[in-house]
């Protein structure tokens, strides 16, 4: 089971870079031991039931991941964390907690978080991908906006 399981949208050139650095840094730090798991949120197969029942769309605006969730068994009920947070946890389990440390700091936090926003509200846009309305119609109706 893993520690974290991050959901990523796979299809995002700058999220599948992080997502392998991320692997092979956790590989290295904690060996047969991995604490991270990934969860292609672009996938047709993505299921938001089996992983906090967080929709397509939530997932495609923000990072999210949750702990303590075993993927392999469909799920599990833990904890939520979104935009950050998620770097700060991903990054102490694979031994780099001290680049995201600050983040977490009273003032930083605030100024990190509004920072997240502005990329996150502009991610689509910078990385090439479609208007998120426009990724929804394509799933068929899937998600909610």
Same mark, same amino acid.
């Given at each position: 089971m893993a520690d974290l399981t991050l959901l990523y949208d796979g299809a995002c050139p700058l999220c599948c870079r992080e997502v392998e650095l991320l692997r092979r840094r956790d590989q290295r730090h904690n060996g047969e031991q991995l604490r991270l798991a990934f969860v292609d949120i672009d996938a047709p197969d993505y299921d938001p039931a089996a992983h906090g029942g967080i929709s397509y769309a939530e997932a495609m605006g923000?990072?999210?991941?949750?702990a303590g969730q075993d993927p392999s068994k469909g799920g599990g009920d833990g904890e939520v964390l979104?935009?950050?947070?998620?770097? $700060?946890?991903?990054?102490?389990l694979v031994g780099l907690g001290w680049l995201y440390a600050p983040s977490g700091w009273p003032l930083l936090n605030r100024l990190a978080d509004g920072a997240y926003g502005l990329w996150a509200a502009w991610?689509? $846009?910078l990385t090439g991908r479609p208007p998120l309305p426009e990724l929804c119609r394509e799933r068929e109706g899937r998600c909610r906006i």
């Open positions: 923000r990072i999210h991941a949750l979104r935009d950050v947070a998620v770097f $700060r946890r991903a990054y102490a991610r689509l $846009r």
